[in-house]
């Protein structure tokens, strides 16, 4: 069992930036991939960028590309999305989840992933 707790998420204004962090307990993130997702008052689930279980490959929504940067540190059992240039269209709930590595770690099928975080809210001002 993987518990993935987030943090990070605030109030920002348009062209800002925001931190999100993912930390883990119970199992070493190292034997999953890790992703994160958004959601919107009214809308689907929609991925935002993965990243392999190593770290050596990452993978990005077209709408967030040059924008957002995952990231990981397996000693520490944490996961990151730097989201900078932020628009009011970023507004969501954002969550992080763990896959794991016996799968690839792209396309990134919500239902790949095996344990969800809370979700953390972040709200864009135009």
């Known amino acids: 069992q993987v518990l993935l707790v987030e943090s990070g998420g605030g109030m920002v204004q348009a062209g800002g930036s925001l931190r999100l962090s993912c930390a883990a307990s119970g199992r070493t993130l190292a034997n999953y991939h890790m992703g994160w997702f958004r959601q919107a008052p009214g809308k689907e689930r929609e991925f935002v960028a993965t990243?392999?279980?190593?770290?050596?490959?990452?993978y990005y929504a077209d709408s967030v590309k040059g924008r957002f940067t995952i990231s990981r540190d397996n000693a520490k059992n944490t996961a990151w999305l730097q989201m900078n240039n932020l628009k009011a269209e970023d507004t969501a709930s954002y969550y992080c989840?763990?896959?794991?590595?016996?799968?690839?770690?792209?396309?990134?099928?919500?239902?790949?992933?095996?344990?969800w975080g809370q979700g953390t809210q972040v709200t864009v001002s135009a």
């Open positions: 989840a763990a896959k794991s590595s016996r799968f690839t770690f792209a396309p990134p099928f919500p239902s790949d992933y095996n344990y």
């Open positions: 990243i392999t279980n190593s770290g050596d490959n990452t």
